[in-house]
């Protein structure tokens, strides 16, 4: 059993860069981890994922360019840097982990409880 908490979540004017934390209470190095995005009315969606040494990492096309993720095994962390910050961005972001490197949620076996993301314009 692995449980996720997140934090980092807040308020924030567009253009502005916000840094998402998951610390794992088990081995990160153990799983692929992910981020997630929920909007009010929408369904969870893929942010970001990373292999379970850094090696390799996917995004959604909507945030390539503006989004970082990364992991500090040591740590049992992984982060989500948000730079360039957009309105369209506003959701609860979810970290997830699994035994697959994978962009689909039912890949993912544990979720964390969720720290929101608002973006003023």
Do not use: H
Not at 34 to 51: C, D, H, N, T
């Amino acid at each position: 059993q692995v449980q996720l908490v997140e934090s980092g979540g807040g308020l924030v004017q567009a253009g502005d860069s916000l840094r998402l934390s998951c610390v794992a209470s088990g081995r990160t190095s153990d799983y692929a981890m992910g981020w997630f995005r929920q909007a009010p009315g929408k369904e969870r969606g893929f942010v970001a994922v990373i292999s379970r040494y850094g090696g390799r990492t996917s995004y959604t096309d909507s945030v390539k360019g503006r989004f970082t993720i990364s992991r500090d095994n040591a740590k049992n962390t992984v982060y989500l840097q948000m730079n360039g910050l957009k309105p369209e961005d506003t959701a609860a972001y979810y970290c997830a982990a699994g035994t697959n490197f994978n962009t689909q949620t039912m890949g993912y076996d544990y979720w964390g409880q969720g720290t929101q993301v608002t973006v003023s314009s």
